[in-house]
T-cell receptor, first 111, second 109 residues
């Protein structure tokens, strides 16, 4: 089992550019979560999907952030336009019941 | 407001000693709790969980204790090893999952 796959692992971009983070959950898992981790705020839930449907997006910081899950095996988190304060590690996690399995994360740096 | 917090940001122990990491939570509606371990450059990894109808659960070298009266959660690691060095997060679930700030455990040889 490959686990949760995220790409890219590292992303460096300039302020104002669009950033798209990708996630492939573990096959058979029906819930998918996007988290952001920073030193100042720790690990924060941004949004989660159940059976490809967004259930709670109250953690999405602004309209610049959007997430989609077009099918059970793929999700994207998009930031447009990106800002330096978006710099963080973004984790995707999936679950079938309570235990969430995390991907390796994408380290985003916005200059 | 509701919050999940940790008492200590860092903990340093000698190899072979037992470690205890504490966590306080304030949402009395939380009914499920998880401890995660995060090594440098990696995502959080599930260690052990416990539901609110239990007060203790044991795994391999780890034990989680839940005291609902004082809203306190602890993780005990027996015979701590260098490979246990990491940041440990508690997480609580009511309607969604909220993570504590994390405690960095350092194991000295």
């Amino acid at each position: 089992d490959a686990g949760v796959i995220q790409s890219p692992r590292h992303e460096v971009t300039e302020m104002g550019q669009e950033v798209t983070l990708r996630c492939k959950p573990i096959s058979g898992h029906n819930s998918l979560f996007w988290y952001r981790q920073t030193m100042m705020r720790g690990l924060e839930l941004l949004i989660y999907f159940n059976n490809n449907v967004p259930i709670d997006d109250s953690g999405m910081p602004e309209d610049r952030f959007s997430a989609k899950m077009p099918n059970a095996s793929f999700s994207t988190l998009k930031i447009q336009p990106s800002e330096p304060r978006d710099s963080a590690v973004y984790f995707c996690a999936s679950s079938v019941r309570d235990e969430q399995f995390f991907g390796p994360g994408t380290r985003l740096t916005v200059l | 407001g509701e919050s999940v917090g940790l008492h200590l940001p860092t903990l340093s122990v000698q190899e072979g000693d037992n470690s205890i990491i504490n966590c306080a939570y304030s949402n009395s509606a939380s009914d499920y709790f998880i401890w995660y371990k995060q090594e440098s450059g990696k995502g959080p990894q599930f260690i052990i969980d416990i539901r609110s109808n239990m007060d203790k659960r044991q795994g391999q070298r780890v034990t989680v204790l839940l005291n609902k009266t004082v809203k306190h959660l602890s993780l005990q690691i027996a015979a701590t090893q260098p490979g246990d060095s990491a940041v440990y997060f508690c997480a609580e679930t009511a309607n969604d999952m909220r993570f504590g700030a994390g405690t960095r455990l350092t194991v000295k040889p």
